[in-house]
């Protein structure tokens, strides 16, 4: 496995020794020299703002706002690919030719640790954030080692997007809890004039990102686990196969059209938006656009289904990164915390239906009047389950990905991709 190596921390030797899921370093363990307060935030003038490609249109208008109030002090937005992937690889790039290019980095929960460990991001003062009015397991994603690496930002709960004209036609009064009820459903719906054509579901099964969030949540949401509760990886069980055989075999008797098989977010978004798919697992953004599309008025959300009840969702999610290599840095913190601030985040739930951090604007009664869907991702988001919290998690996730696609494009067995991924993420890590 390609890897790199974190610098300067004594407890990389614990990550090579341990394999690459045996943290050792875990986010809440403290203690260690995480550079804490080594940070001087000095120098003023412009910035840059990275991050995947804004799908919504709301970040420009939102720069345009800070640029106006600070015209010495302008902010440009750089936009990245929409996988994450390509995102990370970028961001890394920028990282070990220590360029000065990227300032504020929109950083994936998920790699907040790898970020850290490297130093390619600057631990940040935690006083000078609201943390304590966020919700809890959003401000975690931001913390490496008991340290504050990144501001909160947006964060994101998988929801399952229904269309209640069909359902309600099918004479169907609920939407699914389970697996085989939406099967059943679909079943249903099928049979409508108007459904011809229609597939049943879709989620993000490329091979990408996307796939290490799906094939995770089906796990979770089956009563198995990717790793345990010491970060131990734990997949090659009955729990996992059942959500692996549920997938593939979606895959096999067309529940999951063939084309899924290609499609990220986006792919998923325009499916279900042009009236191809019935069910669509997708994060929150979808809201607000859909409601601009042909199939306005006429979907909801509902929790992800399960085996045998309601499902968990990965915890996604994006947070404000500081690059270690930028300049300006006391501006760009003054920067952070105006776009993460509850004003601009409630902003962008308005405008964008994105999950902000601050736990009162899901209870905020005329909020919830114009998104009906904000308990349940309030839901979504406090029972999600982390994605690995590791600092080689490119290996990890490309490990996940590799096997998830092998069992869903049929050239492994189920039961064969769940070895290998055991066996993948019980490697030691290279050094
Ligand atoms: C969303 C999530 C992010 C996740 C990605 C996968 O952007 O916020 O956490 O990794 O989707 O495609």
Redesign the pocket.
Known sequence: MKTRTPRAFPCSAVFAAAGLLLTGCGSSGGGGSAQAGATSFEGRGPLTYVA?KDTTGTVQPMLDRWNELHPKEKVTFIQLPT??DAQRQQMIQNAETKSDAYTVLSL???WTSEFAAHQWIDRLPEKQFPLQKMLKPVVETAKYRGGLYAAPA?S?GGMLYYRTDLLKKAGITEPPTTWAQMKSDCAKVEKLPEAKGMSCYAG?FQK???L??NFSEAVNSAGGVVTDANGKPDVDTPEAKKSLDFLVGSVKDGTIPKEAITY??EDGRQAFQSGKLIFLRN?PYVYSLAGKSEIAGKYAVAPLPGLSGPGSS?????NLALSSFAKNKATALDFMKFFSNEENTATFLKDASLAPPYASLYDDKALIKQYPYLPVLKESILRAVP?PRVVQYGDVTSAIQQEAYAALTGSKSSAQALKDLQKDLQKPAAQ
């Open positions: 995947g996988d994450a994936d929960v998920v947006s994101d993000q990408y990102e996307g290490t969030v990220q977010e994060w990965s915890l996604g999610g994006h994605r």
